[in-house]
């Protein structure tokens, strides 16, 4: 089954097939190429940007837009170039011509590179894609037989021959050297089982009149009916079918330039005159029709040569129209060089103020430069400066691990003069005991004497303190020794003292025991005496504990904030 396609335009079946591939194939995306960099690799990405997005068409931007972007077109996917050919192409010579030309030249070399084919074989691509909207009266099939391959048409894809449905097509218009505007295309379409079979139908040939008005002439003028007569055109007065003539010519005739009617024939003996009167009738009558069929060709040559001239005056016309259609390109094309020179002279003073701010941001950088040579000394003198705080700092910490070890020593201190202190308050409350016991007043005076003698020890053994006391005030490097002695001082001191105070209540208890002996013997004004100077010493006593505390506090509070 066969069906077939034209005789069409072939540029309108192309712009067709183009956009028929366009619907087909994934959209293009708006993606474009980096350098190694990051930097765009193309230098109007903004103006493709727009016009694939659909927010601008080609015939919006500037004729100088244009011409700058055209060489950008050979870095754009097949999609995008696909994009942009869709639709017309401009009318007028100028950029835009220019720009779309490039773009579908990219276009098939794009497609030629995608298919692995030649770039003929490229061009039907877009023809088959329009041709295959005009065979919905055949089976459906996926593939179409192209130059010994098969093309996949859902994707636009080349696959190896095999035996699988197809459309296969065969030209029955031969190639003829008209404008790519005026091209006709006249396919026959076959749907077949297996491709391998099919063979390619070859156009036929006109001839005569047929070929000669399918380029385009007018048919010659029909030929008059033939006579059995002599005065019938033979060949050579007039063209074969099988030639063409020619715009503005005139069939051709014998040498005479018409024909005539043959001259009468001679009377033969024995002719009855009716019959000679008839023949000279219809030599007559031929004579006449002679005149009618010459009439009869000039008509004809006349129409064949209103032809010529009509023929003739419409491709003046065309030539005209032509003529104007470069006259318009050329005034777009000088249009759009005054725009680029205006561009060029915008685009030059610009680059005069851009020299001036260059010059002016160099001065800067200079400037910058010596500032960052002295921000880089003073940096240095900085990192000096902070290397020295950071050794001040070490050296602080060291002085603050030692105040903390002080401390800890002065806290120990504290501890052992915190049981002094208790061990005196114990003393005060035996002095209380000594004011109640009135009847021990003879016990109390022999005790009285010892706690003098107890009381002059222990004013040289504070004074021995108040010495230590004033030393480790004076030499505070050598204060972990000297608190070291102190305290091995002190605990003999507190031993001593401990055994004092051990004595003092034996002698106590001693007392006590020959207290009721001594009572009756001594007087009680001497009893009374003897307890008051007693509890005077013990008070005493206990002030001057009570000071060599509030010392020692003194001097650990000291030692902490040093």
Not at 98 to 108: M, V
Request: hydrophobic letters at 40%.
């Amino acid at each position: 089954m066969a069906v077939e396609v034209g005789p069409l335009s072939e540029e309108a079946l192309r712009r067709s097939g183009l956009r028929s591939l366009f619907q087909r194939l994934p959209k293009a995306a708006l993606s474009f190429p980096k350098r190694p960099n990051g930097l765009p690799l193309l230098l109007k990405e903004g103006f493709f940007e727009r016009l694939l997005s659909g927010q601008t068409s080609l015939n919006s931007f500037p004729a100088s837009d244009v011409s700058a972007a055209q060489g950008d077109l050979k870095h754009l996917s097949f999609e995008q170039l696909l994009l942009i050919c869709q639709g017309d192409p401009p009318s007028l010579a100028g950029p835009l011509a220019a720009f779309w030309a490039s773009a579908e030249s990219l276009l098939y070399e794009r497609l030629s590179a995608r298919l692995g084919k030649t770039a003929e074989e490229a061009q039907l691509v877009p023809l088959i894609y329009g041709a295959l909207q005009h065979v919905s009266a055949l089976p459906p099939a996926e593939h179409w037989l192209l130059k010994g391959a098969l093309l996949f048409l859902p994707s636009c894809e080349v696959k190896p021959l095999e035996e699988t449905a197809a459309y296969c097509h065969s030209n029955l218009m031969k190639a003829s050297n008209v404008a790519k505007e005026r091209k006709k295309l006249h396919w026959e379409v076959q749907h077949c089982e297996n491709p391998k079979d099919f063979k390619e139908r070859q156009a036929d040939r006109a001839t005569g009149p047929r070929r000669s008005s399918a380029k385009g002439y007018p048919a010659p003028a029909p030929k008059p009916a033939a006579k059995a007569d002599s005065d019938a055109p033979t060949e050579s007065e007039y063209e074969t079918d099988e030639e063409e003539p020619k715009p503005g010519s005139r069939p051709r005739v014998v040498s005479a330039g018409l024909a005539k009617a043959a001259p009468a024939p001679k009377p033969e003996a024995g002719v009855p005159p009716a019959l000679e009167q008839l023949r000279k009738e219809l030599a007559a009558a031929k004579a006449q029709a002679a005149d009618a069929d010459r009439v009869l060709q000039e008509r004809d040559a006349m129409k064949a040569e209103l032809a010529s001239t009509k023929a003739t005056e419409a491709a003046v016309q065309e030539e005209l129209a032509r003529l104007k259609e470069e006259l318009d390109s050329a005034q777009a094309s000088q249009a759009a060089l005054r725009d680029e020179l205006a561009s060029a002279q915008g685009a030059e003073a610009q680059a005069a103020q851009d020299r001036a701010a260059c010059e002016a941001a160099q001065a800067e950088v200079a400037s910058l430069k010596e500032e960052l040579a002295s921000a880089k000394d003073s940096e240095a003198a900085a990192q000096a400066e902070v290397a020295k705080l950071r050794e001040e700092l070490e050296s602080a910490k060291a002085a603050e691990a030692q105040a903390l070890q002080d401390v800890e020593a002065l806290k120990e201190e504290a501890a052992g003069v915190q049981a002094l202190q208790e061990q005196v308050a114990s003393m005060k409350a035996e002095s209380a005991a000594l004011e109640a016991a009135q009847a021990e007043t003879a016990r109390l005076g022999e005790e009285l004497v010892s706690a003098k003698r107890s009381e002059a020890a222990a004013q040289e053994e504070l004074a021995k303190i108040r010495e230590e006391l004033v030393g480790a005030k004076r030499s505070e490097a050598q204060a972990h020794q000297e608190l070291a002695a102190s305290e091995a001082e002190k605990k003999n001191a507190e031993a001593a003292a401990q055994e004092e105070l051990a004595k003092l209540r034996e002698e106590l208890e001693a007392q006590r025991s020959e207290a009721p002996a001594r009572q009756e013997a001594q007087a009680p004004s001497v009893t009374r005496l003897a307890t008051q100077e007693a509890v005077a010493a013990a008070n005493a006593a206990a002030e001057e504990a009570d000071r060599l505390n509030a010392a020692l506090r003194d001097s650990m509070k000291d030692r902490a904030e040093a």
